[in-house]
């Protein structure tokens, strides 16, 4: 029986195995022969040899080394050395990558028949787009070891290691290790061995990863279910169609979201805000390089709220051209302003080009204004142009919504509180004194500032070349002023 022989062999090899273990063993020898013509998963024939060359070499290994928590088997075949590796330590989490799907189906077989638990499959090549949260890589004598190298680097963590069970002819392995392989890995372990009982030369290599490199691919597969987020391919799809409008500015208010372009944007909004309507955008074959910001993109994939567009429809909605990722987030709330000021210079912002506005955003965060108030008729700060000409500053400051321009008169008339208004006909800026707390008022483009409001104004001087400045550039002038005399 080949219970026996597995038991006599094993114990040659010096080699513990308990007899559920032998059950497994045998049950699997059965399996893969039972399933040989079908499937083409061995030649080798013959209880001896099967047991010694399936079975004993895909183990021998443990004898030098032990095995981390997880590991990926590429290129399994039947399942070896995945199998063998999996039966001897049960707590193994493992993944079997096989592309041939007639051997996938019988691995899904043998490994329910076998009552192997934590065992998942990966029906594809492993290539550069793959990616495995594993601890460990192993094969038996599927390739060189420097393209094995290559192909896991990207996704392997630091302190991970790469088991390859060889031929006698390894050396050439080891010769052939490139400049870059040799940068990331150390060859941790090197044995020679010979099968016990016969004359099959074997050696076993162990690379252990030194430093942490990481390439993540998020790919929209043709098997639905395997693409790491939910697949949109379709101009007719809800969620395109909804993006769409947000990045054109005009679903804002209607759809209550904010698009937000660009990791160090979304970052940064991330930790001030969340949501539970938040979702993030990919485009198809996107590469993520950077560890801690593909934690942030698995939780949204862990949350069923990673989208991942066909690269045209991704195109369409990156109104930044950055090809990174899009964070569609709900719309920060601006309430309506109250009359007071805070401490510092207060702007107002009566601008209706959303570039503007974000320009004028930037420059006002980066000279330490901490609050502006928006007119009535100004553009929404967090419109797709806003956010990307403030390179996100737009959610470092605090909004207010005014009234319109020209009724800020009235306040003038009223309050207490120094107000700058600029205007080319006004005081030269470096003559003006600043108090602890005020209001400054630029014009519109084009039409600059109504009648009502240039009393007291503030002038920067120009060369006779020019009539005047853009608002957002005068605006930015009159900060710089202001935070000089500050410092």
Known sequence: MIEKRIRELFKEAGLPVSEKQVSQFALYYNLVNENNDDNDLTRIKGEDGFVIKHFIDSIYCLKY??????????????????????????????IL????????????????????????????????????????????????????????????????????LKGPDAEGDIRALSDKNSEVFTLETDEEY??????????????????????????????????????????ENRTFKDVRKLTAGDGIRKGNAVTIPGKKIIRDFLSRYSGKEQKMILPDDYMETDSSFDEIISGFRKRGTLFIFKRSLFNDVDISATRSPILI????????????????????????????????????????????ILTKDAANPYHPKSIRSSAGAVFELEFVRGPRLEDFSEILIYSDEKIFT???????????????????????????LPDNLKTDAVSIPLSDSIESLNAAVALSVFLYQWRVKRI
């Open 329 to 372: 987030a709900e719309l920060p709330e601006i309430e309506e302003w109250d009359g007071s000021i805070i401490s510092g210079c207060n702007p107002v912002i009566p601008f209706q080009d959303p570039l503007n506005v974000g320009a004028a955003v930037r420059s006002a965060a980066g000279f330490g204004v901490k609050r502006i």
């Open 422 to 448: 600029l205007d080319t006909s006004g005081s030269p800026l470096n003559t003006i004194s600043f108090p602890e707390k005020f209001i400054v008022i630029p014009g519109i483009e084009g039409p600059g």
């Open 194 to 235: 010979t099968l016990p009982g016969t004359d099959y030369r074997r050696r076993l290599l162990l690379f252990r990863k030194d430093r942490e490199t990481f390439r993540k691919i998020y790919k929209i597969m043709k098997i639905e279910n395997e693409t790491p987020g939910v697949a949109v391919t379709s101009e």
């Open 65 to 94: 080394i032990t095995l981390p928590g997880s590991i990926v088997d590429i290129g399994t075949g039947a399942g070896f050395p995945g199998i063998p590796l999996k039966v001897m330590n049960p707590d193994l989490r493992i």
């Open 97 to 164: 990558a096989e592309q041939r799907s007639r051997r996938v189906d019988f691995l899904k077989l043998a490994v329910k028949e076998l009552g192997l638990a934590n065992v998942e499959f990966y029906p594809h090549k492993v290539t550069e787009k793959s990616f495995f949260d594993v601890e460990g890589v192993v094969t038996r004598a599927l390739e060189d070891a420097p393209v094995t190298l290559e192909r896991v680097e990207h996704f392997l963590p630091a302190g991970g290691v790469v088991i390859l």
